[in-house]
């Protein structure tokens, strides 16, 4: 089965810095991968380019299908099989859960408002927010405003979803339940993409870590590569991570 994602030999900078510096790795379907690295590592940026958030300067991503270079590229295609999450949840505080779920699948889908409207309920129960619906942002706490992004996502149905640090702003506890609702979406099957610090969830729930330092792919392996780091740099950011 071909790869859901191929990144192939990236480069990418801003200004002078080179950001991504030859970066390479494909994402089977179905299989969960961690990005981990320190700050300013490259993490997001990567990421950001799987969406075609950010365009490379060389190489070549192929994700879904979608050839991300090609001029024939249908970016709004690409932006319904890609769902990305990120650590803020930019939920418009004038709507309400179900209606900020519903807004992409009016728009963008043109689904009529009570299909939009059953399907955010089906999202949100896959959230574990099925009460939550009729609240605003501001009633609900910071991890369950995630888990409404999360489900924001969810409603356009991808075939892929990205993550990036989403739980960076949640305190232990709201933590826990996000990542909770991460690893359900992962045994349902789904293909996922995480940048995160949560190294034992990555330990748990990844099939396969990938360490970015200096721009580049430093280690990529299975999740025990965080028990047995084969370089220096993996060995010292675990132990600061800890
Ligand atoms: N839009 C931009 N313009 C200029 N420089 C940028 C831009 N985006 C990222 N950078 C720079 O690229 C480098 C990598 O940034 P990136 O956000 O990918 O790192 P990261 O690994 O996600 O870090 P963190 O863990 O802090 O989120 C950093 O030095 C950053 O300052
Ligand atoms: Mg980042």
Redesign the pocket.
Known sequence: MSPIVEVDNICKS?GV?K?LQGVSFTVRKGSVVAII?Q???????ALRCIDRLETIDSGRIRVCGHELASPGLDLNQLRRDVGIVFQSYNLFPHLTAEENIMLAPRLVKRQSRSDAREKARHVLAQVGLSEKGPCYPSQLSGGQQQRVAIARSLAMEPQLMLFD?VTSALDPQLTGEVLRVMENLAAAGMTMIL?THEMAFARRVADEVIF?HQGRVWEHGPSSLLDNPATAELRDFIGNGL
């Open positions: 801003f810095a950001v690295g700050s300013g590592s490259g993490k997001s940026t640090e940048v970015m």
